[in-house]
């Protein structure tokens, strides 16, 4: 059974950087799909990132060109470098997996330019925070 916990959390100023990282432990691959989600106090979850083992990769309208997804699939590891931080980022940073129809239900989404709750995702970390200050 595949184990997700996310690192790499912070509190930094508007316009900095922070990476994610989120290996899958209990697996010998890495999972058809992988994601990053997050969640803010006043807000519903969303998805920020997808990639599939083949490489395919989905961004939510607000991240795209700020945030990059990775994996490093030697490690089974997840990554998301987050560039050009905004206040409006803070929010608890959610690592999930799922079957590779998750990742065709996220990047359906993306494209209709719609949230997603990540539904389809079976697997989920405890979450990282993020803080971005002014």
């Known amino acids: 059974q595949v184990h997700l916990e996310e690192t790499g959390g912070g509190s930094v100023q508007a316009g900095g950087s922070l990476r994610l ?14 994601a990053w989600f997050r969640q803010g106090p006043e807000n519903e979850r969303e998805g920020v990132a997808s990639i599939s083992s083949n490489g395919e990769i989905s961004y939510a309208d607000s991240v795209k060109g700020r945030f990059t997804i990775s994996q490093d699939t030697a490690k089974n590891t997840l990554y998301l470098q987050m560039n050009s931080l905004k206040p409006e980022d ?3 940073y959610y690592c999930a997996s799922g079957p590779r129809a998750s990742c065709v239900f996220f990047k359906a989404h993306t494209e209709a330019h719609a949230r997603y709750r990540g539904e389809e995702f079976e697997t989920w970390g405890q979450g990282t925070q993020v803080t971005v200050s002014l």
Do not use: F, H
């Open 90 to 92: 803070s929010a608890m």
């Open 21 to 34: 990282s989120c290996p899958a432990s209990g697996v010998t691959d890495i999972p058809n799909c992988m």
